[in-house]
C-alpha cells in the first residue's frame, strides 16, 4: 500500500547537526499532513513536528527554534533539519502521514516509517 522510509539518522556530538529525511511511495491519492515523532529509550512516543498540506509548520516546545520541518512535494518527501542537538533528543525518529490511498473516497489513514536512529553524545 503506502511505505514511508526514513533516513539520515546518526551519532553525532552536541551542537552538532543532522537531517532527516522522509520518503512516502505506493497508492497515495493525498497527503493531508506529515509528522515527525520521537521515542527516547524507556519513554513514550511523543510528537516533535507537522507540517500541514497547506505549509503551515508547527512544533513542540522542546524542539522549537532548533528543528525545521519542511517538504518537497514533487519526492513526497519531508525533511526534519535538526540542529543545536542535546543529548536529550536521543532517539527514534518516526515520520507519519496522513493520507488517502487509492482515491478521494478513502478514508484518511494515518501510516508511520520504520524509524531512524539519532544519538547525541559527546
Known amino acids: 500500500q503506502v511505505q514511508l522510509v526514513e533516513s539520515g539518522g546518526g551519532l553525532v556530538q552536541p551542537g552538532g547537526s543532522l537531517r532527516l529525511s522522509c520518503a512516502a511511495s505506493g497508492n497515495i491519492f493525498s497527503i493531508n499532513g506529515w509528522g515527525w515523532y520521537r521515542q527516547g529509550q524507556g519513554k513514550e512516543r511523543e510528537w516533535v513536528a507537522a507540517?500541514?498540506?497547506?505549509?503551515?509548520?508547527d512544533y513542540s516546545d522542546s524542539v522549537k527554534g532548533r528543528f525545521t520541518i519542511s517538504r518537497d512535494n514533487a519526492k513526497n518527501t519531508v525533511y526534519l533539519q535538526i540542529n543545536s542537538l542535546k543529548p536529550e533528543d536521543t532517539a527514534v525518529y518516526y515520520c507519519s502521514i496522513r493520507a488517502r490511498p487509492f482515491n478521494n473516497l478513502h478514508p484518511v489513514v494515518a501510516y508511520w516509517g520504520q524509524g531512524t536512529q539519532v544519538t547525541v553524545t559527546s
Open positions: 507540517i500541514t498540506s497547506g505549509d503551515s509548520t
